[in-house]
């Protein structure tokens, strides 16, 4: 059963609940706002603003270095470590190489923010398709798809010792 009374401004609440009543006061008229709820809404404001201000950050890409040919060498050692290396041509932009191990070409191309290695047949690789200046590089990996590096235009024909 719910009494309501009004007494000076105020509306005292009654519920009654079996055993024993609930009161609670309220203000008539709109609902008041109250210091503790403007701090519970600044401070999750600001937790929001902060995560989304992580969030923005993370995804800013760091600036990856060229590739120089002892870091090609360094970063296929580790991925390759008992690959010797015959000859190795780095891309135009320092963003890849290309490396020859016998019957092996290992490539080390720029993904995102990092470097990524593969390895496919010597002749697979001569056999890459040159679209704009830049060389295209197939593999069999969901992860790392294909590859596409701005060698020298003549590297296809100096890998294999001929001239132009």
Do not use: C
């Not at 603003?49 to 993370?58: N, P, Q, R, T």
């Not at 990856?64 to 780095?90: G, H």
């Not at 969901?142 to 020298?152: G, Q, T, W």
Request: proline letters at 4%; aromatic letters at 8%.
């Amino acid at each position: 059963m719910l009494k309501d009374t009004v007494t000076s401004g105020l509306r005292l609440v009654t519920l009654d609940v079996g055993h024993g009543a609930v009161e609670g006061r309220q203000k008539s008229g709109a609902a008041s706002v109250t210091l503790k709820y403007i701090i519970t809404q600044l401070v999750t404001l600001s937790i929001v603003g902060g995560i989304m201000g992580l969030v923005a950050w993370v995804r800013i890409p760091r600036a990856t270095p060229p590739l120089d040919e002892a870091e090609v060498k360094r970063r296929l050692a580790e991925d390759f470590p008992q690959t010797p290396l015959d000859q190795i041509w780095l891309a135009l932009d320092g963003a890849g190489a290309v490396a020859r191990s016998g019957d092996l070409a290992l490539l080390l191309f720029r993904l995102g923010d990092s470097y990524v290695s593969r390895s496919m047949a010597w002749s697979q690789a001569l056999q890459a398709e040159a679209i704009k200046g830049r060389f295209r590089f197939k593999f069999n990996d969901f992860a790392a798809p294909k590859a596409s590096l701005a060698l020298a235009p003549n590297w296809a024909n100096a890998a294999m010792g001929e001239t132009i």
